[in-house]
């Protein structure tokens, strides 16, 4: 495993169960100023795009043949099967942010959070929990994009997943119509965490 980091560079995953708002908060620490501005990993995933979404920008969508090809040459630092689709995270688009210098922000599923912390143990964990279930699965139902059964699959999951949060440095309280402050607590953390290791070094 070589070292491919800057020193002080972080990789930083940020997980939480389907509908706590991942996606908002990301778009939200994207919008606050920071320099060297994080860099945000585009996963790859061959599940179907939902409308407004990009090729590209919100993932990389890709045939399954595609995606386990890529899986198979090692091009991929996780993968998972998530709600019948396979997740995985680009290893190259990490390896070169972080060398240059820049946090990077990985947005993956708790089991693709304990593959990545297995395997670059200095990477931090953030857990977004939301104020209640019964919150989420309001904004899962809200939100419209699935099935009634893959909507039961999403809300099973979520309480399975919620039970995890234990396993991360920390947790987060996305509270509704409170993003920004999600967003301002997450820029907090990593700020703390560079301050209390800044000697820190990412390996891959």
Known sequence: MADTSVEGAMLVIISGPSGVGKDT?????RERPRDPDY???VTCTTRARRPGEIDGVSYQFLTPEAFHSLRERGGLLEANEV?????????????EALAAGHDVILKIDVQGAQQVK????NALL?????????????RL???ATETADQLELRQRNAAIELAR????????????GQVERTAARIDEIIADEHRLHPFRRVRL
């Open 25 to 29: 908060i990301i778009q939200a620490l």
């Open 39 to 41: 860099h945000y990993v």
């Open 83 to 95: 709600h019948g689709n396979w997740y995985g995270t680009p290893r190259a688009q990490v390896r």
């Open 118 to 121: 297995e395997r670059v143990p």
């Open 126 to 138: 953030v857990f977004v929990v939301p104020p209640s279930l019964e919150a989420l699965f309001g």
């Open 141 to 143: 139902r809200a939100r």
């Open 165 to 176: 949060q234990e396993d991360y440095d920390y947790v987060v309280t996305n509270e509704d």
